[in-house]
Structure formats: C-alpha cells, structure tokens
C-alpha cells in the first residue's frame, strides 16, 4: 500500500528515489526497529522452556497486539491525506437529460 501512496505522490522526475526511498525506510530501518523491540519483548516475557512457556507465549502476543493497536490509532488520528485535492481533479459528471 506503501507503493502505491508513493506512486501518486511523487512527482514523475524523483518517482524512483521516493520509492527507494520508502523500501529501505520500511524494509530496512523498520525491519531492524521491529524485530529488535520483538526481541526485546520476548525476552521479557517467555523466560520458561517447554509446555511452561505456553502461558507466556500469550501474554507476548497480547503485548505485540497492543503495540500494533496503538501504532494504529496514531496512524488514524495523525495521517491527514489531502482529499479534498483529490476531489477537485475528479472530472465532474454530466447530468443525464
């Protein structure tokens, strides 16, 4: 979805530089950001070996959720994308008469 954004975004000279640009931001840094917090978290909460480990793989997974969660709701309160723009370069339709 990323892709995409970017590809109506970016102007038609630096459409590649901006899609580099989001792949390594996401696939990069983000990757190493995740799985680093990940790792974090799984050390912190799985510290048992075998059938007693299960109940903490729940608790991991609830943590991972929640972080998902709020990582959304910042998404949906502070990413504004100019709709009205979009809006006014939609050809107006003619009444039919």
Same mark, same amino acid.
């Given at each position: 979805?990323?892709?995409?954004? =970017?590809?109506?975004?970016?102007? %038609?000279?630096?459409? !590649? *530089? !901006? *899609?580099?640009? #989001?792949?390594?931001?996401? @696939?990069? =840094?983000?990757?190493? /950001?995740?799985s680093? &917090?990940?790792?974090?978290? /799984? @050390?912190?909460?799985?510290?048992? *070996?075998? %059938?007693?480990?299960?109940?903490?793989?729940?608790?991991?997974?609830?943590?991972?959720?929640?972080?998902?969660?709020? &990582?959304? =709701?910042? $998404?949906?309160? $502070?990413?504004?994308?100019?709709?009205?723009? #979009?809006?006014a370069?939609l %050809?107006?339709?003619?009444a @039919?008469?």
């Amino acid at each position: 979805m990323g892709d995409i954004y =970017v590809d109506r975004k970016a102007a %038609p000279e630096i459409k !590649a *530089q !901006a *899609q580099s640009l #989001r792949f390594i931001v996401s @696939n990069g =840094v983000g990757l190493l /950001f995740a799985s680093t &917090v990940c790792g974090q978290i /799984f @050390n912190s909460t799985v510290t048992e *070996q075998g %059938p007693q480990a299960l109940p903490q793989w729940e608790t991991f997974w609830l943590v991972s959720a929640g972080v998902a969660a709020v &990582v959304s =709701v910042f $998404f949906l309160i $502070f990413f504004r994308d100019d709709i009205s723009k #979009r809006k006014a370069d939609l %050809p107006l339709k003619k009444a @039919n008469s």
